[in-house]
């Protein structure tokens, strides 16, 4: 038996439907994994396809398409190490979630996943019948298992290939952040390395995929849960990781071992990683957003700058009569410390005119509401003129806790084609401005410094749709309002388990209610990055007409 195995793992980041330019990235990680006289390379679930396909992947012609794809890529690549790939199977009938090994110019064998996914933003088991535990394929000197993903969070998956013989675990993943969600796989894969007294590779991939984020991470572990490789968060890497037979059985040697940023770096990285690779894998390479000299459209703007390039980012000032002049000021301030060009253009006549239009429809009829939202409204129409006339993605600049409550005008600021703050709520989108003022990463392509005014920053927010307009005229205070937004959205809470946190009944039920009346606005949003394990959209759905409320 020889004594060393080495294996490539490539943590890359595939594009949903692109079968070919997938497998061109395999082809150059393989002739890495070639010179650097590899036995294995290793490449994340799903990665001929990308991640994830939703129904893409229960049309037949696209199934028989990825069958092609393997098998070309197979002979391709058969001179130098096997491949270990992730992809779609039909056998007998039946779609399985699957994972191949390629060999000696054809597909030599898949295992299938056997524990399908069905919370939070997977749907597995509508796609895919879940396949029989299998066992574990021999590689040269070693048996390799290969729970895929979700099979590595349950006992059994592992324990069976241990009991099978296997030498080793290959974990394969299309695992998307959330908050925290890091510490959860390696307890998971530390329980799965004790349990079974073998060491573990945990093998995910990167890349933005609409709402959600693959953010990397990968590493292994030898036996007792000792880490002896970390990969990068949110980096393609491409890394040879040698092991050793030794009495004991098979070993990692050390390698690289990254420290993975905060969380507030983390965030702040994944909307940048999401907003760029949404408009990279749309076709999109410039994009305009409505700067309006508050803090959430200034944070957009940033986050697009340090995404595509500030030369590459329209902001468009929007005045009405409603605007203060440190709006102005403050919108100016933003767009010159990023370096983005910035438009003013005024919606006063188009506002008069529309009001002219309306008058004897309107007429005995008080200003209110209408009013404010055919502002936004115009905004939107001139935000989208602009988006159809120069190709520019439009950026919607909403934030969760407005998301939330509905505190935005559907067709009018809510117009746009992505939201990157979508799931940050207000009170972190003031901390992230903070840190990203006092933060710069080589991956972030716009300026360090203060790129975001103290005073954007600090000043009380305001839609400026009718004199002296606060937000906290409509909502409690934003440290009120995401306190219990946190409770009632991403901990399913009851209204008495906010009143016993402290909070006054009253403010609950009035931000129950506004949740539950804007489900038709966020059914019509614009999709966005993902930060936690409760976003809108996959991670919560509920029915738009619903008239039940919490009377606990």
Avoid at 245 to 252: D, F, L, N, T
Avoid at 512 to 517: F, H, Q, S, T
Wanted: aromatic share 8%; glycine share 8%.
């Amino acid at each position: 038996m020889a004594d060393r195995y080495r294996i490539t793992l490539a943590q890359l980041n595939p594009t949903v439907g692109d079968l070919r330019g997938n497998a061109e990235k395999v082809i150059a990680a393989h002739d890495r994994a070639r010179e650097a006289g590899s036995d294995l390379l290793a490449l994340p679930e799903m990665f001929i396809t990308g991640y994830q396909t939703q129904d893409l992947v229960m049309k037949p012609a696209f199934v028989r398409d990825v069958a092609r794809v393997l098998a070309d890529l197979a002979a391709r690549c058969a001179d130098g190490p096997d491949i270990a790939i992730g992809g779609p199977l039909m056998e007998g009938g039946k779609l399985y979630n699957a994972y191949f090994i390629l060999r000696d110019g054809r597909v030599d064998g898949a295992a299938r996943k056997h524990r399908l996914p069905n919370t939070d933003v997977f749907d597995e088991m509508r796609l895919y019948t879940p396949g029989p535990i299998s066992g574990p394929f021999g590689m040269g000197p070693l048996r390799l298992g290969t729970p895929i993903c979700e099979d590595s969070w349950h006992p059994d998956v592992a324990e069976t290939m241990a009991e099978s013989g296997a030498d080793l675990l290959l974990v394969p993943n299309g695992s998307p952040y959330a908050r925290e969600k890091i510490d959860e796989r390696m307890g998971r894969m530390v329980a799965r390395v004790i349990e079974n007294d073998l060491p573990l590779i945990y093998l995910n991939m990167v890349g933005g995929q609409d709402d959600q984020v693959f953010d990397g991470g990968s590493f292994v572990l030898n036996r007792g849960g000792k880490l002896a490789v970390m990969l990068p968060v949110f980096d393609e890497a491409v890394v040879h990781v040698d092991f050793e037979h030794r009495p004991e059985g098979w070993v990692a040697l050390d390698g690289l071992r990254e420290v993975h940023p905060p969380l507030i770096e983390q965030d702040y990285r994944l909307m940048v990683e999401a907003t760029r690779d949404y408009l990279r894998k749309s076709g999109f390479s410039r994009v305009l957003l409505g700067l309006s000299g508050g803090v959430d459209s200034a944070l957009v703007a940033a986050i697009a700058a340090d995404a595509i390039g500030p030369a590459n980012v329209r902001c468009v000032m929007l005045p009405s009569d409603y605007t203060s002049g440190h709006s102005l000021e403050d919108a100016a301030a933003v767009a010159r410390a990023l370096g983005c060009p910035l438009d003013t253009v005024p919606i006063t006549p188009a506002f008069a005119a529309v009001q002219q239009t309306l008058a004897p429809l309107f007429e005995g009829k008080p200003a209110d509401l209408t009013e404010e939202n055919m502002q936004s409204r115009l905004r939107g129409l001139m935000l989208m003129a602009l988006s159809n006339k120069f190709g520019e993605m439009l950026l919607t600049t909403g934030n969760k806790s407005e998301v939330a409550v509905g505190y935005a005008t559907i067709y009018g600021d809510m117009a746009g084609g992505y939201n990157p703050i979508k799931d940050l709520y207000k009170t972190r989108v003031f901390a992230t401005c903070r840190w990203r003022n006092e933060n710069h990463r080589p991956w972030m392509l716009a300026p360090e410094g203060v790129v975001i005014p103290p005073r954007v920053i600090e000043k009380p927010p305001s839609a400026e749709l009718r004199p002296d307009q606060k937000d906290e005229d409509s909502l409690p205070p934003y440290e009120v309002l995401d306190a219990i937004l946190e409770l009632l959205v991403d901990r399913d809470a009851s209204v008495a388990d906010c009143v016993d946190a402290g909070f006054d009944r009253a403010t609950v039920k009035q931000v129950e209610r506004l949740i539950y009346l804007s489900e038709y606005k966020r059914f019509q949003a614009a999709p966005g990055a993902r930060l936690t394990g409760r976003a809108f959209w996959l991670d919560r759905r509920y029915p738009i007409v619903n008239r039940w409320r919490d009377d606990g």
